[in-house]
């Protein structure tokens, strides 16, 4: 290594690597022996197992800003943190990929639907394809460990949420004669990161020197299992060396730390001194940061689609399928109505309830129609006289977002003339159907009410069906919207 073997304090100036892990918390309800992240100096230093929630929130959202492009979010045991999910939200929120390593035994398919549209990779820690092996190592929880078959489970469970999957092995005296190819192989990660165990002083001393091994045996174990790599598994091997000082590290206190002089260096909080300082306050290797791997094409290969068009009769759950794309994806919301609704409320002196809300069903006893039934008519009248009158506004202002990277859906595709413009406009086309929707009486005898019906028969891309729970719209919404690049 060319790197200063004190190795360089890292400039104030310089930005972090891009990539950072992030200690939430000191627990973890597994007991591995080898376990360079015990923290027990941190627990003492910071009375309690983690910060709270919002001091987690302020260190991500400071990350981005000095160069992090990556979160892994480790422990202790991340999946034990109530807050996980927002944490990840708020990190995809800040652009940064997003990755939790967890040894499995927490997750659920409701914390899993919680990563989806939020978390990009889910790494396991799996050092042996044996519970005999595992247990020996203290990788369990009152002798229970994880078996084989339900990481390969909880694998499946994540891809189909649109997760990539990445696996962490520990190699040490007691599974370093193991040949995980089967279950590697099935498991099919795109990374697999294969660790030399790491003595650190504070850490795990007085357990792990009995599990210790050479570089040799460190070295057989990666060659053995290298064949994985013709089979689309990147091996990435890490020995001591290069472990050491190449990693930018926060502790669950909020401070940066170091593993160069054998023990763990800690900065001053975050928190108090900001990133900037922090860092400076550690000891960090670029060059052997770059040299292990670090630095890969990490962003998640599925991307969102830019542009989406709802279509669906009243009542049907376009607006509630939009509110997930705003709220949880970042989507601008438009509609071709909304300018139709802006020139009624004018002219007829209409609240945004009116227009927008509750009342917008409510006849109005001046008018003898309700405001919808007044806007209904009036799009109506001004697109026989023009039928691309409303468009035209709706798409320029579409191209005007997407040229600033927005991504955008429309919540109100009705008619078959809309259909082919915003085909036509590189829409992808969404239906939401739901059983005994659309308008009721009068307004469901309108054209646009009309046509959205007859919509039902043409070619979407993606159908929705919205006969069961909110939170199965949600992840219906979440999936659609991915596409593969």
Known sequence: MACNPVFEVSSQQSPLPPAANFHLNTSCNFKCKFCFAQFDDTKAFLGGCMLSKAQQLEIIRALPSHGVEKITFVGGEPTLVPWLVELITEAKAGGMTTMIVTN???????????????????????????????????????????????????????????????????????????????????????????????????????????????????????????????????????????????????????????????????????LEVGVGAAFSDIAFCAQRFEERGAVYDWESDIAYEPFIAISGVSGSGKDTAAEYLVNELGYKRVAIADAIKEHVGRIFGLTDAQLWGELRNEVIAEFGHSPRAIYQRFGSVCREIDPDVWLRGLLAGVEALLSEGRRVVCTDLRTHAEFEALREAGAALWRVNRRGAGAPGELGQDMTEQQARELGERDFGVVLANDGSLEELRMAVLYGARRRR
């Not at 499946?156 to 005296?173: F, M, P, S, Y």
């Open 104 to 270: 499995g035994s927490r997750l659920s398919e409701a914390l899993l639907d919680g990563f989806a549209g939020r978390l990009d990779w889910l790494a396991f820690s799996v050092d042996s394809a044996d519970c005999g092996l595992n247990r020996a190592s203290g990788r369990a929880q009152r002798g229970q460990t994880m078996a084989a078959g339900q990481i390969l489970a909880l694998s499946e469970q994540a891809r189909e949420r649109g997760l990539r999957i990445k696996l962490n092995t520990v190699v040490h005296r007691i599974n370093a004669l193991e040949d995980m190819s089967e279950f590697v192989g099935r498991l099919g990660p795109e990374r697999w990161k294969i660790f030399q165990v790491l003595p650190v002083e504070g850490q795990n001393s007085g357990e792990v020197e009995e599990l210790l091994i050479s570089e040799a045996m460190f070295a057989a174990y990666v060659e053995r299992h290298r064949h994985l790599e013709a089979r689309g598994v990147r091996v990435v091997a890490e020995n001591n060396a290069a472990m050491r000082g190449s990693y930018a590290m926060i502790d669950p206190a909020g401070r940066f730390f170091d593993n160069t002089q054998g023990g763990h260096s800690y900065s001053r909080p975050i």
